[in-house]
């Protein structure tokens, strides 16, 4: 979706409506409402709404973990800074969670229950017996053992009661005048190891570093995909001319290398979310 300006006139159809009134009257049915809050699209229009809603019986839950960059951390802060929204910030040492460490193919469903578990109490030390997440309809289409974790720990998730999908998400975002509805997608930095390489906080920090680098020369939408001492590095097609341009592979390369990388290569299919479960569907 372009990054284009709010101008508060977007158009809302009948049906988007009526699916927003759905999640309304679910979370007013709540009564007080913790949201795991990322920072993302969803997890920030889901709290916005709750917001609206609750008023100050919603509250933001942020798991601080080693596997979320500093920059997405500081930007679900500014958020409820912005939005007078009560945020606690709950440290949750993942890497204590051997089964994530060793990266199966479970290791989400690992990390997202030790993160839930946390979270839930946060809540429940706060008074509040609901738990939700940001979980939307195209979720459903993808491997995601986090799911799994969601219902065992009894979090609910309102937009995906409600049948809202990324992009409905995304337009209803820029109607409330969010500044995250064209966010790029985002998802943790362990998603870049190939499953069964083990996870170590130097690696998480060195795909931390390198993504950020092509962030600050403009690369909004990036993945670094860790095989071995491999950089894989993956853009939208658009931005491969200008990535492979003299210009910025000569210092790119030279920047990756000195961050612990061996080899630094470039994906040729592009940008894609979630590219490293295309081994599972192979096995």
């Not at 969670?97 to 993160?115: Q, V």
């Not at 998603?191 to 130097?202: D, L, M, N, Q």
Request: charged share 35%; aromatic share 8%; with cysteine.
């Amino acid at each position: 979706m372009k990054n284009e300006a709010y101008t508060g006139k977007e158009e809302i159809s009948p049906e988007l409506q009526e699916k927003l009134d759905r999640l309304r009257e679910k979370i007013r049915g709540l009564g007080s409402l913790a949201i795991g809050f990322s920072g993302g699209v969803d997890s920030s229009f889901l709290l916005a709404v709750a917001q609206e809603v609750l008023g100050e019986k919603a509250l933001a839950l942020t798991a601080d973990v080693i596997s979320v960059p500093e920059r997405e951390l500081a930007e679900a802060k500014a958020f409820c800074e912005a939005r007078g929204i009560r945020q606690i910030l709950c440290r949750v040492d993942v890497m204590e969670e051997e089964n994530f460490r060793y990266n199966s193919p479970e290791r989400c469903y690992f990390c997202k229950r030790r993160i839930f578990r946390a979270l839930k109490k946060a809540a429940e030390e706060n008074g509040i017996a609901f738990l939700a997440e940001g979980s939307n309809m195209d979720d459903l289409g993808d491997y995601r053992p986090g799911h799994r974790a969601v219902k065992e720990l009894e979090v609910i998730s309102p937009l995906l009661e409600a049948g809202l999908y990324k992009d409905e998400i995304r337009l209803l975002s820029k109607a409330m005048g969010l500044p995250t509805w064209s966010k790029p997608a985002y998802a943790c930095l362990a998603s870049r190891f190939v499953y069964g390489e083990e996870i170590t906080k130097e690696k998480l920090s060195m795909i931390e570093r390198a993504e950020q680098y092509l962030i600050e020369r403009g690369f909004a939408e990036e993945r670094v995909r860790l095989h071995g001492d491999i950089a894989r590095i993956e853009v939208p097609e658009r931005d491969i001319p200008r990535l492979t341009s003299d210009e910025i592979r000569r210092d790119l390369h030279e920047a990756f290398s000195k961050m612990g990388f061996m080899f630094v290569t470039l994906d040729l299919g592009g940008f894609r979310t979630g590219s490293m479960n295309r081994a599972l569907q192979k096995t």
